[in-house]
């Protein structure tokens, strides 16, 4: 048993999906646990349990009247959460609850000891709002992990950092003007891609001005574009000495997605994963918490996710 990795593998962390044929479908995560097993990956790590959020936790970051309207649209399962991108189906609060419960474990097993790292691969949504969901995100488990880490165990430094195709827009603007959240994201430019935000001018506001780093990359950006971008995320994120790192290393960024134009490979996100390791354990600290985001590509979701737990082993 390695105690530098804790992975949260369930069957109920897979029911969170839009039903079979949606490209968020309920197979992600099976996609990822049989590669993550044909690698022998999890004899290595320690495997953890998801668990259901608490009403009071998932207020934390959303608004009662957005969290009741989820309860709601869970007992009819009609309707969408949103303008049309996230349907709402029978069970979606519970399932949603159990991301942010297994992101909140996992965040949970690194601050009391029982791991350095670890992975949630149905986890990082970043598009749900404080009070709306979009973009296949419900509840929004980084928000909801940022704030209860801050309240609960007294850091007041959190870089978030995001390789996903799509902008870490919710992220991004719930902690514009919060100096404690270290953001880093590069993504496809928003002239291209959902949710068309994420410009380089876009730096944080107020007290939190110089926080924020937006990378937008051109379609079609592979290996080599990003390598010459990164630098800056650990040069930024080395600025500000977090004492805790997210990364949400969706994997819709590799060639082949079948809904963005960036064609990073798996070695991408293994990098990522490695040198933030080494950032974090510079720092003196090693706590990394990463979420796997989005990626409708089944076989890229299982490469990138396997190389960055992989790498996330050391
Ligand atoms: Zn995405």
Same mark, same amino acid.
């Given at each position: 048993?390695?105690?530098?990795?804790?992975?949260?593998?369930?069957?109920?962390?897979?029911?969170?999906?839009?039903?079979?044929?949606?490209?968020?479908?309920?197979?992600r995560?099976s996609?990822?646990? %049989?590669?993550?097993?044909?690698?022998?990956?999890?004899?290595?790590?320690?495997?953890?349990?998801?668990?259901?959020?608490?009403?009071?936790?998932?207020?934390?970051?959303?608004?009662?009247?957005?969290?009741?309207?989820?309860?709601?649209?869970?007992?009819?399962?009609?309707?969408?959460?949103?303008?049309?991108?996230?349907p709402?189906?029978?069970?979606?609060?519970?399932?949603?609850?159990?991301?942010?419960?297994?992101?909140?474990?996992?965040?949970?097993?690194i601050?009391?000891?029982?791991?350095?790292?670890?992975?949630?691969? !149905?986890?990082?949504l =970043? =598009?749900?709002?404080r009070?709306?969901?979009?973009?296949?995100?419900?509840?929004n488990?980084?928000?909801?992990?940022?704030?209860?880490?801050r309240?609960?165990t007294?850091?007041?430094?959190?870089?978030?950092?995001? !390789?996903?195709?799509?902008?870490?827009?919710?992220?991004?603007?719930?902690?514009?003007?919060d100096?404690?959240?270290?953001?880093?994201?590069?993504?496809e430019?928003?002239?291209?891609?959902?949710?068309?935000?994420?410009?380089?001018?876009?730096?944080?506001?107020?007290?939190?001005?110089?926080?924020?780093?937006?990378?937008?990359?051109?379609?079609?950006?592979?290996?080599?574009?990003?390598?010459?971008?990164w630098?800056?995320?650990?040069?930024?994120?080395?600025?500000?000495?977090?004492?805790?790192? !997210?990364?949400?290393?969706?994997?819709?960024?590799?060639?082949?997605?079948?809904?963005?134009?960036?064609?990073?490979?798996?070695?991408?996100?293994?990098?990522?994963?490695?040198?933030?390791?080494?950032?974090a354990?510079?720092?003196?600290?090693? %706590? !990394?918490?990463?979420?796997?985001?989005?990626?409708?590509?089944?076989?890229?979701?299982?490469q990138?996710?396997?190389?960055?737990?992989e790498?996330l082993?050391g």
């Amino acid at each position: 048993m390695n105690n530098n990795l804790a992975v949260v593998v369930s069957e109920r962390l897979a029911r969170y999906g839009f039903g079979n044929g949606h490209p968020f479908g309920p197979d992600r995560h099976s996609a990822f646990v %049989r590669e993550f097993e044909a690698r022998g990956l999890d004899r290595r790590v320690r495997v953890l349990e998801p668990r259901d959020a608490s009403y009071e936790e998932l207020l934390a970051f959303h608004t009662p009247s957005y969290v009741d309207f989820v309860r709601e649209r869970s007992v009819s399962g009609q309707g969408f959460l949103d303008a049309g991108d996230t349907p709402a189906f029978r069970g979606v609060y519970e399932a949603a609850a159990v991301v942010v419960g297994a992101t909140l474990n996992a965040a949970a097993a690194i601050m009391s000891g029982q791991c350095r790292r670890a992975f949630v691969p !149905i986890a990082g949504l =970043h =598009h749900a709002a404080r009070d709306h969901a979009a973009g296949f995100c419900v509840f929004n488990d980084c928000g909801v992990a940022i704030e209860l880490l801050r309240r609960n165990t007294g850091l007041e430094r959190i870089a978030y950092v995001d !390789i996903d195709a799509h902008h870490g827009d919710c992220v991004f603007y719930a902690f514009e003007d919060d100096p404690g959240v270290i953001f880093a994201d590069t993504h496809e430019d928003g002239r291209y891609l959902y949710p068309g935000t994420g410009a380089a001018e876009e730096t944080g506001r107020g007290a939190a001005a110089g926080t924020k780093l937006n990378l937008p990359l051109l379609p079609g950006a592979d290996d080599a574009a990003f390598a010459q971008v990164w630098p800056q995320v650990i040069a930024h994120l080395e600025r500000f000495d977090p004492q805790f790192i !997210i990364l949400q290393c969706g994997a819709d960024s590799l060639e082949g997605d079948p809904i963005t134009h960036l064609r990073f490979s798996p070695k991408t996100h293994g990098r990522a994963a490695r040198e933030l390791v080494e950032l974090a354990d510079r720092l003196g600290h090693g %706590r !990394i918490l990463a979420l796997g985001g989005g990626g409708y590509n089944r076989g890229n979701l299982a490469q990138a996710w396997t190389a960055v737990v992989e790498n996330l082993l050391g």
